[in-house]
């Protein structure tokens, strides 16, 4: 296929997948949030410094000193269109992105996505109100899972689907990493009874994994519990190996020499390294934020590599009207 | 029912002159800068979350007709200041370990019937005396895992207990729901308040279940029984199982194999170390209770006995809870714990005694009669709200069989403002089922289920009888701090590399060159 709308269709995978991930997070933390305690120490709580260093957010940082409050945060990160990060800023690239291969995609997914547009317009789904951001994120979930459930049942499994499905899991791995980099203990401090226990299950219930994490087992959901099944546990479709293996699936049945591609062969080695890893864990998990840093940087590179062996010869079209 | 007007009653919010209370200040500022149109948009949003979610009662009409309606959660909170949860706290805690005490004596040395304090044929005669119970110790001793106690603020603020409820008290799921759907419908209420979070119920409850689980190595493998997708609480049921990650089991499920009790599955039996059961004693194991049950397990207390499996709560609990012996409550506390009680009871009358029942049949029109064994307000008649003729088939009833009724004075129930469907605020009566939990310790939750009345002036309300519920805070104060986990003010996250946005920065910056540069 054409290495441009195969770059289009990863990149609209990409862009759905985060603005799941960045509602789901809002989500969170803003519940956890409220039953915390404004005045500074946060006993159960994801702080929403914590969220903008997730998103990377230079908008934010750069602002320096000057704290942002909550109404302005969850602002900054849902409906701020200005704010690259924000969620209906990535709503918005999907679209356009699906606008341009809207003759690759089926016609519901164009639909499903071309009408969160209509939605947002709606003033009852705005995230200023006294209701917050609920009724936004939740509307934001349901049009994500409505895109995803009709391109996995009206999309011929080629190799557009590869690479619209490569993208999306491709985000999820990413911004979960993301999350632990942050919900975890940094080095040398105290882990047991951390308030950062708190954190972790805050996120996790925000990328909806609460229920099958307890039904994995009975471990106390501490920080490190939480990230090792966020981090190794292949049968949860949103852990990081999970997500990994699946780009790593799709990647090889769009290449027509897997054995030679770099970005496989790069993703196979990690997923190797991360179930070695996964077995042979320390038991005190004071491992897992460097596991997290490693499988980041080689999740970069990844990237790096498929841009290179997939998108390589594309050249940004210019259009002109 | 008489209202409000007559007699005075204390409301949480508005003291006497109609200031609002120094710490409901806030919300009241918060709600008047919200409106009434405001309250109204987010009662609708409430309705549709409920009933998407399935967050429902059935609710029977006088025709006899059942219906599916949302929970009636009322949008403003019930506030609860530190200092008076520290009071309910401890009062309860010492309340559930004298019950537990009770429950222990009653199936063993019956001590406090020797010392002549509670009488035997009072406790023999209770319709949940369990004597299949007789000699069973379980593990660790504890036999009222689970407790709520119904409390109810009299006309002077003071907190009183109104029942006990140490068989399987129900309401937790509506507590932790109703809190989650504050977060979601009105968020900025809680902007000026610091309450205490209680989503941490199920963990405790899975912990206090796991450390009375008799288990030789390996994890606990722990259940939830229900009685099935009939009964009225079985969204209770599953949510708790759900949350807890264990398994929701029915009687068909379970079976017992030479005194130990295991669970069908896929890969053949599986071991079960501890049940937390939502049915009655009666209907548990039909080889010692009621052989007709068809929800029981038969052996059950075989293995019971044999103390290889825990039961949540004990078998035989329900003597504790039965109203007559709740007259008894504060002299167990004295007698087994040697304190004094910190939560009164509500003035009470036992029939059994002849003195008693004919000064409460003389006033019977301004007292509460109650039913001694049952619970959830079955069989509760309100002497000032009922008839004359119902009245006289009362008397007639009680001098029948005086032992199963209880007198009380009626208690003029403490109020909260409650949102009207005009989004109007109007005061009504509330009580409070706090949720404990006792395994390794008594843990009580901060909060529990308000249950508040929504018709004016009434005093009923079970939401079987449309009452309604609200959200309870308690409020943190920094004397509690020090039991909590430690700061994280220091917390600096790690900063992350930015999000990508696009995979051709290079030739995005080759094409703007293009564009710039003349053709």
Redesign the interface.
């Known amino acids: 296929m054409l290495a441009r709308i195969a770059h289009e269709l990863f990149w609209l995978g990409r862009n759905v997948s985060r603005a799941e991930l960045t509602a789901r997070m809002i989500d969170g933390v803003f519940q956890a949030d409220l039953q915390g305690r404004p005045d500074g120490p946060a006993g159960v709580t994801l702080s929403w410094e914590a969220v903008l260093a997730i998103m990377g957010s230079t908008s934010a940082g750069e602002q320096g000193a000057e704290r942002l409050s909550r109404a302005d945060t969850v602002a900054l990160l849902s409906t701020d269109a200005g704010n690259e990060n924000s969620v209906v800023a990535s709503l918005e690239r999907a679209r356009e992105g699906a606008r341009t291969v809207r003759d690759v995609i089926s016609a519901e997914m164009w639909e499903a996505i071309n009408a969160v547009h209509l939605g947002l317009a709606d003033a009852s789904i705005g995230v200023t109100g006294y209701g917050g951001p609920y009724s936004f994120v939740s509307y934001v979930k349901s049009r994500t899972a409505l895109f995803w459930g009709v391109a996995s049942r009206t999309m011929l499994r080629d190799d557009a689907y590869a690479f619209l499905d490569a993208g999306g899991r491709f985000e999820s791995a990413d911004m979960v990493l993301r999350m632990l980099r942050v919900a975890l203990p940094a080095p040398g401090e105290r882990a047991a009874g951390s308030p950062r226990d708190g954190q972790a299950l805050a996120l996790l219930g925000a990328v909806g994994g609460l229920q099958a994490f307890r039904r994995t087992g009975a471990a106390a959901p501490t920080a490190t519990a939480v990230a090792s099944f966020l981090l190794y546990t292949r049968s949860y479709p949103d852990s990081v190996a999970a997500s990994i293996d699946a780009v790593r699936a799709a990647l090889e049945l769009a290449d027509a020499s897997p054995r030679a591609s770099v970005p496989v062969l790069r993703l196979s080695r990690v997923l190797s390294d991360l179930d070695f890893r996964g077995r042979v864990g320390l038991g005190d998990g004071s491992e897992l934020l460097e596991v997290c840093e490693i499988v980041g940087r080689e999740l970069a590179l990844a990237d790096g590599d498929i841009t290179d062996r997939y998108f390589g010869g594309v050249i940004s079209p210019t259009h002109v009207s | 029912m008489s209202t409000a007007g007559s007699l005075t009653t204390f409301d949480e919010v508005f003291a006497a002159d109609g200031v609002p209370r120094p710490y409901a200040q806030p919300l009241v500022d918060e709600l008047e800068r919200?409106g009434a149109d405001?309250l109204v948009a987010?009662g609708a949003?409430r309705d549709a979350i409920f009933m998407r979610q399935g967050i429902t009662f059935d609710l029977t009409n006088p025709e006899g007709a059942v219906a599916d309606r949302p929970f009636p959660l009322d949008l403003i909170p019930r506030i609860i200041p530190a200092a008076e949860w520290r009071t309910i706290k401890r009062g309860l805690a010492q309340r559930i370990r004298a019950l537990n005490h009770f429950v222990d004596d009653v199936y063993h040395e019956r001590e406090i019937v020797k010392a002549g304090i509670v009488p035997w044929t009072l406790i023999a005669s209770r319709s949940h005396f369990a004597r299949a119970a007789h000699g069973i110790r379980p593990p660790r001793g504890v036999y009222t895992h689970i407790a709520g106690c119904d409390l109810v603020r009299d006309a002077n603020g003071a907190w009183k207990v109104l029942e006990d409820n140490v068989r399987t008290p129900s309401g937790i799921s509506y507590m932790l729901e109703n809190?989650?759907a504050m977060?979601?419908?009105?968020?900025?209420l809680?902007?000026h308040f610091?309450?205490?979070?209680i989503?941490q119920y199920p963990?405790l409850l899975?912990a206090a279940l796991?450390s009375v689980a008799p288990v030789a190595d390996g994890?606990?493998r722990i259940v939830v029984w229900t009685p099935g997708p009939a009964n009225s609480a079985y969204f209770e049921h599953t949510f708790l199982a759900?949350?807890?990650?264990v398994e929701l089991v029915e009687a068909s499920d379970l079976v017992v194999r030479d005194d130990v009790c295991y669970m069908r599955t896929t890969s053949g039996l599986a071991r079960v170390n501890a049940i937390y059961r939502r049915l009655d004693d009666a209907f548990i194991d039909p080889l010692e209770f009621r052989p007709d049950s068809l929800l029981g397990v038969p052996g059950l207390i075989r293995a019971y006995r044999a103390g290889t499996v825990a039961i949540a709560n004990a078998v035989g609990t329900g003597v504790a809870d039965d109203k007559a012996v709740y007259c008894y409550v504060p002299e167990m506390i004295r007698f087994y714990l040697g304190e004094e009680p910190l939560l009164d009871n509500v003035t009470t009358y036992l029939l059994d005694d002849r003195e008693q029942l004919e000064l409460a049949l003389e006033r019977i029109g301004e007292l509460v009669f109650k039913p001694t064994g049952e619970s959830g307000g079955k069989g509760v008649v309100i002497g000032p709200a009922t008839g004359e003729a119902q009245l006289a088939e009362l008397a007639l009833a009680v001098r029948c069989e005086p032992a199963q009724w209880i007198a009380q004075e009626v208690v003029r129930l403490s109020t909260v403002p409650t949102v009207a469907a005009d989004g109007t605020l109007a005061a009504r009566h509330v009580d409070l089922r706090p949720f404990a939990i006792f395994g390794d310790e008594i843990r009580i939750v901060p909060g529990g289920l308000t249950r508040v009345a929504l018709e004016p002036g009434s005093l009923i309300v079970n939401s079987s009888r449309g009452g309604g519920s609200k959200d309870t805070w308690v409020l943190?104060d920094d004397a509690d701090?020090e039991h909590?986990?430690?700061?994280?003010?220091t917390?600096?996250?790690?900063?992350?590399?930015?999000?990508?946005?696009?995979?051709?920065t290079g030739?995005?910056q080759?094409?703007q060159q293009?564009?710039l540069a003349p053709p």
Not at chain 2, 484 to 489: H, W
């Open positions: 919200l405001s987010a949003l809190r989650l977060t979601r419908l009105i968020p900025s809680f902007a610091r309450v205490r979070p989503d963990a899975h796991r994890e606990a759900r949350q807890m990650g943190q701090a909590d986990p430690p700061a994280a003010a917390f600096a996250p790690p900063a992350l590399p930015d999000l990508r946005l696009r995979s051709w030739q995005a080759q094409q293009q564009l």
